[in-house]
T-cell receptor, first 108, second 115 residues
């Protein structure tokens, strides 16, 4: 994706907490999305941040710092079904530009 | 409302053949987007429509690719003279107005394999 950086892979244990970081190019930025994508399936919307701060939605939270061009997705109480790719994406010119995604592996 | 529908789900074609994919968006959504995704990568933007107007095309969209949305409802993506590098998942998405806050709704995609 256009200057969107996130780790390629991460591994965590069932029941634990994991934080997936994302940095992006700040010019032309209008908002930041997180999507979840299971293997062979379409991406599904998780969150959208347009203002600085933390937004919590159940087990998932998303944080944004616009000045730093930084976001993270926090997943709590990990479940096996959370094994998926997590896509950081920016809203630019009213279309979504995706990063390459972070493949999250959950160990029992 | 059955969501975004894409057909076919899978397509295997020989190199050099033409292929066409169809996307039916959510009925009240006026914007329709096409993306391509290869293994281990995020979706790459190809083009998008607002109603029947094609508003933007990525430089990734070579002359062999063409997309239409003739009546502002369904859309087709055609690839002419397919190459092995065209093998990918082609995703369609739709939205009502701006993408802010709710993003897109994606279809299940069409997986193209060029042999």
């Amino acid at each position: 994706g256009q200057n969107i950086d996130q780790p390629t892979e991460m591994t965590a244990t069932e029941g634990a907490i994991v934080q997936i970081n994302c940095t992006y190019q700040t010019s032309g930025f209008n908002g930041l999305f997180w999507y979840q994508q299971h293997a062979g399936e379409a991406p599904t919307f998780l969150s959208y941040n347009v203002l600085d701060g933390l937004e919590e939605k159940g087990r998932f939270s998303s944080f944004l710092s616009r000045s730093k061009g930084y976001s993270y997705l926090l997943l709590k109480e990990l479940q096996m079904k959370d094994s998926a790719s997590y896509l950081c994406a920016t809203n630019r010119d009213d279309k979504i530009i995706f990063g390459k995604g972070t493949r999250l592996h959950i160990l029992p | 409302d059955t969501g975004v529908s894409q057909n076919p789900r899978h397509k295997i074609t020989k190199r050099g053949q033409n292929v066409t994919f169809r996307c039916d968006p959510i009925s009240e959504h006026n914007r329709l987007y096409w993306y391509r995704q290869t293994l281990g990568q995020g979706p790459e933007f190809l083009t998008y429509f607002q109603n029947e107007a094609q508003l933007e095309k990525s430089r990734l969209l070579s002359d062999r690719f063409s997309a239409e949305r003739p009546k502002g409802s369904f859309s087709t993506l055609e690839i002419q003279r397919t190459e092995q590098g065209d093998s990918a998942m082609y995703l369609c998405a739709s939205s009502s107005g701006t993408v802010a806050y709710y993003g897109y709704t994606f279809g299940s995609g069409t997986r193209l394999t060029v042999v």
